[in-house]
């Protein structure tokens, strides 16, 4: 059977990470098509393309690529275990949330709403990257953009489905090469001394699972381009540290200001004793936030 069937815990909600998925039309890297989710992927050095859809408390795979080995199915699994955080227990998190005056509303409202993340941690790296000091379509467009320019893809019923750039292809490239996209000089360096990083197995996926938040970051920060937003970005979407947040997110500033009815933002000292009681759901605190704006 080209299928496979993926239960979910009960606080899930397909429908709020498919809006997730939805937040701007310039999204290459997946897509959604009524009720289903289609997405490419490389496993096992096979570019594998499959489509997800929710039905009876389940997710519904279906590979549109071709009949898949057993060992590619339990890899497509993992990887949309991850993508979804299906295994984090979000009851705890709403225990301590439902009393809170700035995450009580939130977590009633978008109950089931989970981090969806990045596995691919090069990819994350980038996508923070690209997204700084700009606004959030137009770092759509710029990955738009590297991802026609240098990923790989897969043709399938006359639809092109895009995989994102591999970091040795990448690591290739002179930054002035990335300047046609209107990557700016500062992205375009620190795009390719990422990738540089990556290619050269400086850093990887593996090499910081399992580290402390702190040494994973001091790891990331190493990397030119790498601050301390970028690393806790990533260590957030890929790695689920509940700890790592972007404390200078502007978002969350955002978020707690409207919440709270403030005049003017507040300090990063004021979130910082905020946050002080998330202890734990940093992250989860942070997306609840997130999705109020």
């Not at 295994?87 to 509303?105: H, Q, R, V, W």
């Not at 009681?277 to 992250?283: D, I, L, S, T, V």
Request: avoid cysteine; charge should be positive.
């Amino acid at each position: 059977m080209n299928s496979l069937y993926l239960p979910v815990p009960q606080a899930f909600s397909f429908d709020l990470a498919v809006s997730f998925l939805l937040r701007s039309p310039r999204e290459v890297l997946h897509r959604v098509e009524e009720d289903r989710v289609l997405k490419a992927l490389y496993v096992e050095r096979e570019k594998v393309v499959f489509s997800m859809r929710f039905e009876r408390s389940q997710l519904v795979v279906d590979f549109l690529s071709g009949p898949v080995t057993e060992k590619i199915k339990e890899q497509v699994k993992a990887f949309i275990i991850e993508w979804f955080d299906l295994e984090t227990d979000l009851l705890p998190f709403y225990a301590m949330a439902a009393e809170d005056k700035l995450l009580g509303d939130l977590v009633t409202r978008f109950h089931g709403y989970r981090i969806v993340g990045q596995p691919d941690l090069f990819e994350s790296l980038i996508w923070a990257v690209l997204g700084q000091q700009i606004n959030l379509q137009f770092a759509y467009t710029l990955k738009h953009r590297f991802v026609e320019a240098y990923g790989e893809t897969v043709k399938i019923d006359d639809q092109h489905y895009y995989l994102f750039p591999t970091s040795s292809k990448v690591a290739q490239l002179r930054p002035e090469e990335l300047l046609p996209l209107q990557f700016s000089r500062q992205k375009a360096a620190y795009t390719v001394s990422i990738a540089e990083a990556f290619a050269s197995g400086h850093i990887s996926k593996e090499k910081l699972k399992g580290m402390p938040l702190q040494q994973a970051k001091e790891e990331l920060i190493k990397i030119k381009g790498i601050g301390n937003w970028t690393a806790n970005y990533a260590l957030m979407k890929t790695f689920r540290y509940p700890d790592a947040f972007p404390l200078e997110d502007v978002g969350i500033h955002n978020a707690i200001k409207n919440i709270k009815k403030m005049k003017v933002k507040p300090t990063l000292d004021q979130v910082k004793r905020i946050f002080k009681k998330y202890k734990g759901w940093e992250a989860y605190a942070t997306l609840y936030l997130w999705k109020s704006l």
